[in-house]
């Protein structure tokens, strides 16, 4: 059974930087796509990056040249670096792999 399990939100100042880690228990992990979506009070679940078996890494517009999408297939991790965070980037953000979800991890961006 695929379980995933986010950690590593927090609140943080904009302008600042978060690293958000999602551990996978997967036996197909280094062949499946990761993907981060995220889900803001009053608002529906976005996705945010994935990365894929062959290392494709795309991004939304929003956090394009901002987030960073890593993977370590050895450890069954996956990873998002976040800088120069935003209050607009305050939401749960969760993790999804082989169809399953991750329980999510608050994001808070505040002064």
């Known amino acids: 059974q695929v379980q995933l399990v986010e950690s590593g939100g927090d609140q943080v100042q904009p302008g600042g930087s978060l690293t958000l880690a999602c551990a996978v228990s997967d036996s197909t992990f280094s062949t499946s796509t990761v993907n981060w979506y995220r889900e803001a009070p009053e608002k529906k679940r976005e996705w945010v990056a994935g990365?894929?078996?062959?290392?494709?890494?795309p991004y939304s517009n929003s956090v394009k040249g901002r987030f960073t999408i890593s993977r370590d297939n050895a450890k069954n991790m996956a990873y998002l670096q976040m800088n120069n965070l935003k209050p607009e980037d305050t939401a749960v953000y969760y993790c999804?792999?082989?169809?399953?979800w991750g329980q999510g991890t608050q994001v808070t961006v505040s002064s």
């Open positions: 990365i894929a078996p062959n290392g494709k890494t």
């Open positions: 999804w792999s082989s169809g399953v």
